[in-house]
């Protein structure tokens, strides 16, 4: 049973452009959550999504950030127009529908804005 | 205001000992706490699960206790190895319906051969 998959692995953007993130959570798990993590910080909440319904997005930036999750297809975490301060490392966690309130969370994307 | 407090310093112990992590808590009431291991530039890998009514849990080499009292949780290494250096990462969840989960800032482990 594969983990969660995250790619790229590493991205670089210089500034202004976008930043295009894919998650594919574990076979069976219906639930998304991105996570970001700053240098020497712990991992923050950004986005928490079932299939094709953000369910809380209390922890997202209000400009140029945006997630989703398409009933076909991985889970996006979109960051337009990037700078210097989105470098950090953005991890997708998920879980199943029921019956556990643990997050799998996969090998992270690390972004560097130049 | 609302903190998560684990100890920021490097914890270095000798092989063989025990190993043990403090996870601090303040304005938060936490459903459950979840204990995470990160490894240099990989994704946490979860370890432990407790919720708030109850005293202690185990597994393996692992054993967590919460003492919502005192809101805090301590997180044990028995018969610890050069393999459990990590940073370690406790992360609150305050209900089942949120699911959004909280960290601390995590603790790092050398275990020393």
């Not at chain 1, 049973?1 to 953007?13: E, I, K, S, T, Y």
């Not at chain 1, 997708?92 to 992270?108: E, H, I, K, L, N």
């Not at chain 2, 025990?18 to 890998?45: E, F, I, K």
């Not at chain 2, 597994?59 to 003492?67: A, C, G, P, Q, Y």
Request: proline residues 6%; contains cysteine.
């Amino acid at each position: 049973n594969a983990g969660v998959m995250q790619n790229p692995r590493h991205l670089v953007r210089r500034r202004g452009q976008e930043a295009r993130l894919r998650c594919s959570p574990m076979k069976g798990h219906s639930h998304v959550y991105w996570y970001r993590q700053l240098p020497e910080e712990g991992l923050k909440f950004m986005v928490y999504l079932q299939k094709e319904n953000i369910i809380d997005e209390s922890g997202m930036p209000k400009e140029r950030f945006s997630a989703e999750f398409p009933k076909e297809g991985p889970s996006i975490l979109r960051i337009q127009q990037v700078v210097r301060g989105d470098s950090a490392a953005y991890f997708c966690a998920s879980s199943p529908p029921t019956g556990t309130d643990t997050q799998y969370f996969g090998p992270g994307t690390r972004l560097t804005v130049l | 205001s609302q903190k998560i407090e684990q100890n920021s310093e490097a914890l270095n112990i000798q092989e063989g000992k025990t190993a043990t992590l403090t996870c601090n808590y303040t304005n938060y009431s936490p459903a459950y706490l979840q204990w995470y291991r990160q490894d240099p530039g990989r994704g946490p890998v979860f370890l432990l699960l407790i919720r708030e009514n109850e005293k202690e849990k185990r597994k393996e080499r692992l054993k967590v206790t919460f003492d919502t009292t005192l809101k805090q949780s301590l997180f044990h290494i028995t018969a610890s190895q050069p393999a459990d250096s990590a940073t370690y990462l406790c992360a609150l969840g305050m209900d089942t319906g949120r699911r959004a989960l909280t960290f601390g800032s995590g603790t790092r482990l050398q275990v020393q051969p």
